[in-house]
């Protein structure tokens, strides 16, 4: 049901359609009921979501380890570290952007810029593995923020046409590949720091993802992809205008924003905490922080399957709520069970929260959109690239446990302007309302 009351027919209608040249084009995809085509399309889901799990993998390595082995080998302050992971995010938001226009300008040509963006990311490793100071460190993560960002647009909106009546478990699905890339990462990276250094283990992460780019590429190869109906920069422009004045989707951006800014700010630090404040081995922040990534492996897809009955809503409220305490709790918990608790937990909504958006944002448009929808849902969330480095200030002057309270807080607040706006509901769910 729309904000206004009138209630969508399954499966026939949209919230927010888009025309193009005068003709609707607000095709839901055909949903693949047979054995083979769902056999296929299970191929596909699965080698995208490969894709994703080593793309997270390379980057849990760095986030979750790392991040804190660059900063005391370099020397950083609390401040130059946080505008490390400003300056990779921030890079990501351009990407983001671009990769939306791209995804739904050439989506027959998906399964090249995936292997594009594995390949970027193999490159920025290399040259963060030989960046001797702060300032050439900062340049790198420049390169480090956009391998990554051009993966996402065009992955989910391949997803979402395979899976037209399942956005939420196909998207969350996605996700599941990237848990499990952030669990296997700190493992992989604490094993290697053992016999490498921090700069050896970046200088060798070229080869395996560049052998995974081609793979990716080669087998993406075997499925054909319809050429878009938006052929032309005006077109694409002129629904991009009309996606942006949908009021929906400005409280989706400002909510993922707000959720963002908390998730960069204390997952930022917390390796930070473990290593300087709590003298913690790289092996056992890795072990921590893997066992967390295992939590939301199952979490994910069940949350995602719900919310595709239930609705949006009724999952991203609650969850949220969950996200916010748990990371205030951080700064209390005792350093034994009470802290491997709150990250365990706190893994299950990493993932999980951003492919819930993502899916609710996806009910709103056309197919022809999905990848700019998706492009917009991460630069609200890239936008708040700007936390750590906030954070890092925070820190500086009151302690590292002062950014998990700052970091906080911004997901309750989501929580306040999602409580007041009621969202359409997913496709294919009943059209009763949703309580407000």
Not at 78 to 105: C, E, I, K, P
Not at 396 to 403: E, Q
Not at 424 to 431: N, V
Request: positive net charge; proline residues 6%.
């Amino acid at each position: 049901m729309v904000p206004g009351g009138t209630a969508i027919p399954p499966r026939t209608a949209r919230p927010f359609p888009f025309r193009y040249g005068g003709r609707s084009r607000c095709s839901l995809g055909t949903v693949e009921s047979n054995p083979q085509a769902n056999a296929r399309r299970g191929r596909l889901a699965a080698i995208i979501t490969v894709g994703h799990a080593v793309k997270h993998l390379y980057m849990g390595a760095l986030e979750d380890v790392l991040m804190a082995q660059i900063k005391v080998g370099l020397g950083l302050t609390n401040t130059q570290f946080g505008s490390l992971s400003m300056a990779r995010h921030g890079t990501g938001w351009f990407g983001t952007v671009g990769s939306g226009y791209l995804g739904d300008r050439f989506a027959h040509r998906a399964g090249l810029m995936l292997a594009i963006s594995l390949g970027i990311l193999g490159v920025s490793f290399l040259l963060a593995g030989f960046a001797p100071t702060y300032v050439t460190m900062l340049l790198a993560m420049l390169l480090v923020g956009i391998g990554p960002s051009l993966y996402h647009a065009p992955a989910i909106s391949t997803l979402s046409k395979h899976f037209p009546d399942r956005h939420g478990f196909a998207i969350a699905l996605h996700g599941t590949g990237g848990s499990i890339g952030q669990a296997l990462g700190p493992i992989t990276v604490g094993g290697l720091l053992v016999l490498l250094t921090w700069q050896g283990v970046l200088r060798v992460s070229l080869f395996p993802v560049l052998l995974t780019a081609v793979g990716v590429w080669s087998m993406m190869r075997s499925f054909r992809q319809e050429p878009t109906a938006i052929t032309s920069a005006g077109a694409y422009l002129g629904a991009l205008v009309r996606l942006l004045k949908s009021v929906p989707l400005l409280i989706l951006f400002v909510v993922t924003l707000l959720r963002s800014f908390g998730q960069f700010a204390v997952s930022g630090f917390l390796p930070v905490y473990l290593t300087e404040d709590l003298a913690f081995s790289t092996v056992r922040i890795g072990l921590y922080l893997s066992m967390a990534q295992v939590v939301g492996i199952f979490a994910q897809p069940a949350m995602g399957a719900f919310s595709d009955k239930m609705g949006r809503r009724v999952v991203l409220i609650p969850a949220m709520i969950a996200q916010g305490l748990l990371s205030l709790a951080l700064a209390f918990a005792d350093p034994g069970w009470q802290l491997v608790l709150t990250i365990l937990v706190l893994g299950a909504f990493a993932f999980a929260l951003h492919s819930i958006l993502l899916a609710a944002a996806i009910d709103l448009v056309s197919h022809e959109m999905h990848s700019s929808v998706v492009s917009l849902i991460y630069a609200a969330a890239f936008a708040g690239a700007i936390a750590p480095l906030l954070a890092g200030i925070i820190a500086d002057r009151y302690g590292v446990p002062s950014a998990f309270l700052f970091g906080g807080s911004f997901p309750l607040l989501a929580v306040l302007v999602l409580a007041a706006y009621r969202l359409p509901k997913p496709l294919g769910q009943a059209a009763a309302p949703e309580g407000r």
